[in-house]
C-alpha cells in the first residue's frame, strides 16, 4: 500500500481581545492554509454564531466530496472514450443536530449535471458516476451514504 500525508494549518482569528471568556465574545473565524496555495477564510454556520461571508467546516465536507467525485468521474470519462464538454454538481447535504448539541451528516446528494460530445455516449456517462463513487477517497472515508442523481445532456 502506498501511503499519501496531507498537511493543513488553522488558526483561530476570532478572538476579540477576551478570548473564550463567554460564549459570545469571540468569534468563529479561523483561516485554513496549504503551503503555497490560497488561504481559506472560515468561520462557523451562521447557525452556531458563524460569519455567512466565510465558508464553514460542513460546506467543505461537501465540496470535498462533489469536487472528489468529479475528478474520478472525469478520469473514467477519459479513459472510456467519453468526452465531457461540462460539468456542474449542485450538492446537497443533510446534517442532523442531536439533542446535546453534536451532530452528524446523515446523507449527502451529489447532483451532477454533465454535458457530453455525442448521444451515444450518454449511457456510459451515467454508468461512470457508480464507478466514480466507488474510487472516491473522500466517498469511502466517510460513514454516511452518498448518492448521486446525474443529468447527462449532448453539448
Not at 482569528?13 to 468569534?27: H, M
Amino acid at each position: 500500500m502506498k501511503n499519501h500525508h496531507y498537511k493543513t494549518t488553522t488558526q483561530w482569528t476570532g478572538n476579540k481581545g477576551t478570548g473564550t471568556s463567554g460564549y459570545r465574545d469571540y468569534e468563529r473565524s479561523h483561516t485554513i492554509s496549504v503551503e503555497n496555495k490560497a488561504i481559506i477564510e472560515g468561520s462557523s454556520d451562521p447557525s452556531f454564531r458563524g460569519d455567512k461571508t466565510k465558508h464553514n467546516p460542513e460546506e467543505m465536507l461537501l465540496s470535498s466530496l462533489s469536487t472528489c467525485h468529479m475528478l474520478w468521474y472525469l478520469h473514467f470519462c477519459s479513459e472510456a472514450g467519453v468526452i465531457v464538454t461540462d460539468y456542474t454538481d449542485e450538492a446537497t447535504g443533510i446534517m442532523t443536530e442531536t439533542t446535546n448539541g453534536s451532530g452528524h451528516f446523515t446523507e449527502i446528494t451529489l447532483h451532477p449535471t454533465v454535458k457530453v460530445t455525442e448521444e451515444s455516449m450518454i449511457e456510459k456517462a451515467k454508468q461512470l458516476h457508480h464507478k466514480a463513487n466507488e474510487y472516491c477517497f473522500i466517498a469511502n472515508s466517510v460513514n454516511f451514504p452518498v448518492k448521486h442523481i446525474p443529468i447527462v445532456l449532448i453539448k
